[in-house]
């Protein structure tokens, strides 16, 4: 799938879509015409919640709320599977569901949900979608952080997670594959974003000595609206295998040749040591 102008008559999946940025992309791909999104979230009472209100503004049959734990893989499999029995398609995959804790008791819930869920959700996707598997192309976004890029010692499970997401995001997504595939997959690191999971009431669940990071940089947390719609312009904009930071309100910015530079440098490093 080549780069798209419009999200019009695109059916979309959309994961850790009940609230936060999630439920921004719904919503604003919605209101794009997409012929339907369907969003994936284990909060039940959140999903139902902006199930009913899309439902009511944009019709029952451009929406659908999935109960699902996106790590579990037996779970988002039947999750694709539905979707694609009742569109017989599949455009676009979003995978923006996360956690973060410093609760040690949490850490392997943390990879599961923000790494084993993504390559979950990415490989089901290809299945689907991949131009040599039948499919008609499409699009991955995979929702990294620019804590892969500067790994925090508050957070060092988080932090390891969307590393790994952009690593294997970049290594999945060589041109090679695409030219096979034609399915577009991108990364998008975000920056501090104001979601659930930066405000004071969640602090218990940090580090107390990583509060200020997280709580009082209110300066340095950019609006949910200022994601979502740089994560838009990525989709519409970006080529296979790019990385892009959507950061403090502005523009998404382009890593791609920052990424690979570094890499290339570690790897000669390396081989001439």
């Keep these: 799938m080549a780069k798209i102008s419009s999200f019009e008559e695109s059916v979309v999946i959309v994961t850790g879509g009940a609230t936060g940025i999630g439920a921004g992309l719904v919503r604003d791909i919605l209101?794009?015409?997409a012929r339907h999104?369907?969003?994936?979230d284990v909060a039940e009472r959140e999903g139902e919640v902006l199930e009913t209100e899309l439902m009511n503004k944009f019709g029952t049959l451009k929406v659908m709320f999935?109960?699902?734990d996106v790590a579990d893989e037996k779970q988002i499999g039947?999750?694709?599977k539905k979707v694609v029995n009742k569109f017989h398609r599949l455009d676009i995959v979003i995978n923006s569901a996360a956690i973060l804790s410093t609760d040690e008791t949490l850490f392997k819930r943390m990879v599961e949900v923000n790494f084993i869920a993504v390559i979950c959700s990415t490989l089901n996707a290809l299945d689907?979608?991949?131009a040599d598997k039948g499919g008609a192309g499409g699009t991955i976004i995979n929702i990294s952080s620019l804590l892969a890029l500067k790994p925090s010692p508050h957070l060092?499970?988080?932090s390891a997670t969307k590393s790994a997401v952009l690593q294997f995001t970049n290594s999945i997504a060589t041109n090679k594959c695409y030219s096979k595939s034609q399915v577009r997959i991108l990364t998008v690191c975000l920056g501090p974003t104001d979601t659930a999971i930066l405000h004071k009431h969640n602090s218990n669940s940090f580090d107390k000595s990583c509060d200020d990071c997280l709580t009082s940089r209110v300066s340095d947390r950019q609006r949910v609206e200022s994601a979502v719609k740089g994560i838009i312009d990525v989709i519409k904009k970006a080529?296979?295998?790019t990385t892009w930071i959507i950061?403090?309100?502005n523009p998404p910015f382009d890593i791609t040749e920052r990424i690979r530079e570094g890499l290339y440098i570690s790897c000669y490093e390396n081989e001439v040591s």
Excluded: D, E, R, W
Aim: glycine share 4%; proline share 4%; aromatic share 12%.
């Design 31 to 33: 209101s794009q015409n």
């Design 128 to 130: 689907i979608m991949a």
């Design 156 to 158: 060092p499970v988080y």
């Design 78 to 80: 039947a999750a694709f």
């Design 66 to 68: 999935i109960k699902c």
């Design 247 to 249: 950061a403090s309100n």
């Design 37 to 40: 999104v369907t969003f994936l």
């Design 239 to 241: 080529g296979n295998s």
